[in-house]
C-alpha cells in the first residue's frame, strides 16, 4: 500500500504558474505509475496526466497538453505537475493517484488507479 499526499496548490493569476508535487510514503514508489486528476464544483474528475513507474512515458489530456509537464523522482518518492500558462478553467481540486500491478500502465481512467491523495486547491483568478 502507499500513501499518497499533494501540496503546492494555492491563488494565481492567468497566465501564472504552479507546481503541484505528489509526495509517497510505502511500498517503493517506483512500482507505480501515477497519475494527476482535477475536478472542479458540480464536475465530474477530469485526468489530466500521468506518467510511468520508470518516467519513460507521459501522456496528457488534450487540455492540458503544451501547458503542464508531469516529471517524477523516484529517489524522492515524488511527482511533480509543473502548471504553465494557468488559466481560470484550470481551477479545481487537484488529485495524485498510483496504481501498481505486474504491467505498468498509463491511463486517463480514474477506475484504473488503487490509491489517491487528498487533493489540494488550485484557483486561477482572471
Known amino acids: 500500500q502507499v500513501a499518497l499526499v499533494e501540496s503546492g496548490g494555492g491563488l494565481v493569476q492567468a497566465g501564472g504558474s504552479l507546481r503541484l508535487s505528489c509526495a509517497a510514503s510505502?511500498?517503493?514508489?517506483?512500482?507505480?505509475?501515477v497519475g494527476w486528476f482535477r475536478q472542479a464544483p458540480g464536475k465530474e474528475r477530469e485526468f489530466g496526466a500521468a506518467?510511468?513507474?520508470?518516467?519513460?512515458?507521459?501522456y496528457y489530456a488534450d487540455s492540458v497538453k503544451g501547458r503542464f509537464t508531469i516529471s517524477r523522482d523516484n529517489d524522492k518518492n515524488t511527482v511533480y505537475l509543473q502548471m504553465n500558462s494557468l488559466i481560470p478553467e484550470d481551477t479545481a481540486v487537484y488529485y495524485c493517484?498510483?496504481?501498481?500491478?505486474?504491467?505498468?500502465?498509463?491511463?486517463?481512467?480514474?477506475?484504473?488507479?488503487?490509491?489517491w491523495g487528498q487533493g489540494t486547491q488550485v484557483t486561477v483568478s482572471s
Open positions: 506518467i510511468s513507474r520508470s518516467g519513460s512515458t507521459t
Open positions: 510505502g511500498r517503493t514508489f517506483s512500482h507505480y505509475d
Open positions: 493517484a498510483a496504481r501498481g500491478g505486474l504491467v505498468s500502465l498509463i491511463s486517463p481512467e480514474h477506475r484504473d488507479y488503487d490509491y
